[in-house]
Protein backbone atom coordinates (compact mmCIF):
# COMPACT_ATOMS: atom_id res chain seq x y z
CA UNK A 1 0.00 0.00 0.00
CA UNK A 2 1.42 3.31 -1.11
CA UNK A 3 1.51 5.73 1.97
CA UNK A 4 3.20 9.36 2.24
CA UNK A 5 3.57 10.85 5.61
CA UNK A 6 4.25 14.57 6.22
CA UNK A 7 5.62 15.93 8.99
CA UNK A 8 7.76 19.09 9.67
CA UNK A 9 4.96 21.69 10.20
CA UNK A 10 4.22 24.17 12.88
CA UNK A 11 3.65 27.77 14.03
CA UNK A 12 6.53 30.05 13.04
CA UNK A 13 7.00 34.22 12.76
CA UNK A 14 7.02 35.86 9.34
CA UNK A 15 11.26 35.53 8.37
CA UNK A 16 11.62 32.31 9.41
CA UNK A 17 12.03 29.16 8.00
CA UNK A 18 10.56 25.74 7.77
CA UNK A 19 11.89 22.29 6.59
CA UNK A 20 9.11 19.90 5.90
CA UNK A 21 9.54 15.97 5.28
CA UNK A 22 7.18 13.93 3.34
CA UNK A 23 8.52 10.03 4.16
CA UNK A 24 7.18 7.03 1.08
CA UNK A 25 7.15 3.76 1.79
CA UNK A 26 4.91 1.05 -0.59
CA UNK A 27 5.99 2.86 -3.51
CA UNK A 28 9.16 2.72 -5.89
CA UNK A 29 10.30 5.92 -5.26
CA UNK A 30 13.57 6.33 -7.12
CA UNK A 31 10.74 6.27 -10.32
CA UNK A 32 8.14 8.71 -8.71
CA UNK A 33 8.39 12.36 -9.58
CA UNK A 34 7.11 14.25 -6.17
CA UNK A 35 5.31 17.33 -5.81
CA UNK A 36 4.10 19.62 -2.85
CA UNK A 37 0.66 21.30 -2.85
CA UNK A 38 -0.84 23.54 -0.20
CA UNK A 39 -4.39 24.66 0.87
CA UNK A 40 -5.06 27.87 2.58
CA UNK A 41 -8.27 27.89 4.68
CA UNK A 42 -11.11 28.43 2.03
CA UNK A 43 -8.68 28.32 -0.57
CA UNK A 44 -8.54 25.95 -2.98
CA UNK A 45 -5.61 23.56 -3.10
CA UNK A 46 -2.39 24.63 -5.14
CA UNK A 47 1.06 23.74 -6.40
CA UNK A 48 4.06 24.54 -4.90
CA UNK A 49 6.78 22.83 -6.07
CA UNK A 50 7.82 19.65 -7.44
CA UNK A 51 10.78 17.35 -8.35
CA UNK A 52 11.22 14.86 -11.61
CA UNK A 53 12.37 10.99 -10.69
CA UNK A 54 14.41 11.07 -13.71
CA UNK A 55 16.27 14.15 -13.57
CA UNK A 56 15.70 16.02 -10.60
CA UNK A 57 14.69 18.77 -12.48
CA UNK A 58 12.55 20.90 -10.59
CA UNK A 59 9.39 23.59 -10.94
CA UNK A 60 8.11 25.92 -8.31
CA UNK A 61 5.24 28.51 -7.90
CA UNK A 62 6.31 31.82 -8.89
CA UNK A 63 5.28 32.75 -5.39
CA UNK A 64 7.39 30.74 -3.89
CA UNK A 65 10.38 31.30 -6.40
CA UNK A 66 13.90 31.79 -4.44
CA UNK A 67 12.49 30.97 -0.91
CA UNK A 68 11.06 27.63 -0.96
CA UNK A 69 13.23 24.82 -2.29
CA UNK A 70 12.57 21.21 -3.07
CA UNK A 71 14.85 18.34 -2.91
CA UNK A 72 15.04 14.25 -2.24
CA UNK A 73 16.89 11.42 -1.26
CA UNK A 74 16.35 8.24 -2.59
CA UNK A 75 18.21 6.55 -0.44
CA UNK A 76 15.67 7.61 2.31
CA UNK A 77 12.83 7.69 0.36
CA UNK A 78 11.74 11.00 1.69
CA UNK A 79 11.40 14.45 -0.02
CA UNK A 80 12.05 17.45 1.71
CA UNK A 81 10.78 21.51 1.31
CA UNK A 82 13.15 24.23 3.05
CA UNK A 83 11.25 27.02 3.01
CA UNK A 84 12.77 30.06 4.24
CA UNK A 85 11.76 34.09 4.42
CA UNK A 86 8.00 32.70 5.19
CA UNK A 87 5.24 35.25 5.43
CA UNK A 88 1.69 35.13 6.72
CA UNK A 89 0.26 34.39 3.26
CA UNK A 90 2.08 30.96 3.33
CA UNK A 91 -0.13 30.00 6.05
CA UNK A 92 -1.74 26.30 4.71
CA UNK A 93 -1.79 22.83 5.23
CA UNK A 94 0.83 21.63 3.00
CA UNK A 95 0.70 17.89 1.15
CA UNK A 96 3.01 15.65 -0.77
CA UNK A 97 2.03 14.02 -3.75
CA UNK A 98 3.70 11.25 -6.14
CA UNK A 99 3.30 10.95 -10.08
CA UNK A 100 4.42 7.95 -11.73
CA UNK A 101 5.56 9.90 -14.72
CA UNK A 102 9.00 11.83 -15.26
CA UNK A 103 7.87 15.20 -15.85
CA UNK A 104 6.93 18.02 -12.77
CA UNK A 105 3.06 18.92 -13.98
CA UNK A 106 1.91 21.46 -11.77
CA UNK A 107 -2.00 19.69 -12.00
CA UNK A 108 -2.87 17.66 -8.86
CA UNK A 109 -4.82 15.31 -11.62
CA UNK A 110 -1.43 14.06 -12.08
CA UNK A 111 -0.33 13.04 -8.90
CA UNK A 112 -1.75 9.76 -7.99
CA UNK A 113 -0.97 8.96 -4.23
CA UNK A 114 -1.21 12.23 -1.25
CA UNK A 115 -0.07 12.42 2.47
CA UNK A 116 -2.67 13.67 5.09
CA UNK A 117 -0.90 16.82 5.20
CA UNK A 118 1.15 19.10 7.72
CA UNK A 119 -0.12 22.40 9.30
CA UNK A 120 2.18 25.53 8.49
CA UNK A 121 0.89 28.36 10.24
CA UNK A 122 3.22 31.94 9.85
CA UNK A 123 2.42 34.45 12.37
CA UNK A 124 2.71 38.42 11.37
Known amino acids: QEQLAESGGGLVQAGGSLRLSCAAS????????MAWFRQAPGKEREFVAA????????NYADSVKGRFTISRDNAKNTVFLQMNSLQPEDTAVYYC?????????????????WGQGTQVTVSS
Open 97 to 113: ARSGGAGIPTSMSVYDS
Open 51 to 58: ISWLDRTT
Open 26 to 33: GLTFSRSS
